[in-house]
């Protein structure tokens, strides 16, 4: 079953349980990919989706530490409910140690050094754990490791 298909199913089982957080995230992650579809003019392909499901599980990760901030904990715990329902859809994240090693073999493989070479120990990262890891955890793996 396609990604899709599967974020249908589970929406319709989330409207039959009458779980309304549920129900209004997946209605929106499926209006986001139908809005990147129509705008790509062709189906979009798991590497795209997984790419839009991250991009949504981030903003909700933001808003949710804004309303913290701005002492809202009932409107920051909403968002990082959607934010789980999203997690589901995500590739299985890989650990900090399979994140380590990764880094390390990158920066072996371009000859990085010093923290100039971190555009180009990320670009090679990032590459390797499409969808599998935080943006943010591998930068910051990968500042300790070039300090």
């Given amino acids: 079953m396609d990604k899709i298909a599967k974020i249908r199913k589970d929406l319709k089982e989330a409207l039959l349980a009458r779980d309304e957080i549920k129900v209004s995230t997946l209605r929106l992650l499926l209006s986001e990919i139908k809005n990147a579809e129509i705008s790509k003019g062709e189906e979009l392909?798991?590497?795209?989706?997984?790419?839009?499901?991250?991009?949504?599980?981030?903003?909700?990760?933001?808003a949710a530490e804004g309303f913290r901030s701005g002492n809202r904990e009932d409107s920051a715990k909403k968002e990082e409910a959607e934010s789980k329902v999203l997690e589901d859809y995500l590739p299985a994240q890989l650990s900090n140690e399979e994140l380590t090693k990764i880094v390390e073999e990158a920066i072996n493989e371009v000859g990085a050094n010093s923290m100039q070479d971190m555009g180009k120990v990320m670009g090679a990262v990032m590459g390797k754990v499409q969808g599998k890891?935080?943006?943010?955890?591998?930068?910051?793996?990968?500042?300790?490791?070039?300090?």
């Fill in 45 to 62: 392909k798991l590497e795209e989706i997984i790419s839009i499901i991250q991009r949504e599980v981030k903003k909700r990760k933001e």
């Fill in 133 to 147: 890891a935080d943006g943010n955890t591998v930068s910051q793996i990968v500042k300790e490791k070039l300090l």
